[in-house]
């Protein structure tokens, strides 16, 4: 067999604490039902701006209805946009 040429490594001396405080959360679920409650928002009969909804967000709750969406965001009534992956729940009143 032939000799392959060395790979450098390089030498490691400090403690190395990467990722010690980073966690995952799986939450394609919780995805999966906001996109539902959208589908069924905007697939309803009538506007989607009639319909009041409660949307809960990592950072706020917002008390409002949705104007339109786009692939990641969501545009409410009163001028906000919302990312769809911040969004933990979506109420309809």
């Known amino acids: 067999m032939k000799k392959l040429p060395k790979i450098y490594q390089n030498n490691i001396n400090k403690n190395i604490n990467n990722n010690k405080r980073i966690t995952y959360v799986n939450n394609k679920d919780n995805i999966f039902s906001v996109k539902n409650t959208l589908d ?10 009639n319909i009041p909804v409660i949307i809960e967000t990592n950072d706020k709750v917002y008390d409002t209805s949705i104007v339109t969406r786009t692939k990641r965001n969501i545009f ?4 906000d946009v919302i990312k769809i992956e911040d969004i933990n729940n979506i109420i309809i009143k």
């Open 76 to 79: 409410t009534l009163d001028n």
């Open 40 to 49: 069924k928002i905007f697939t309803g009969v009538g506007y989607s701006y």
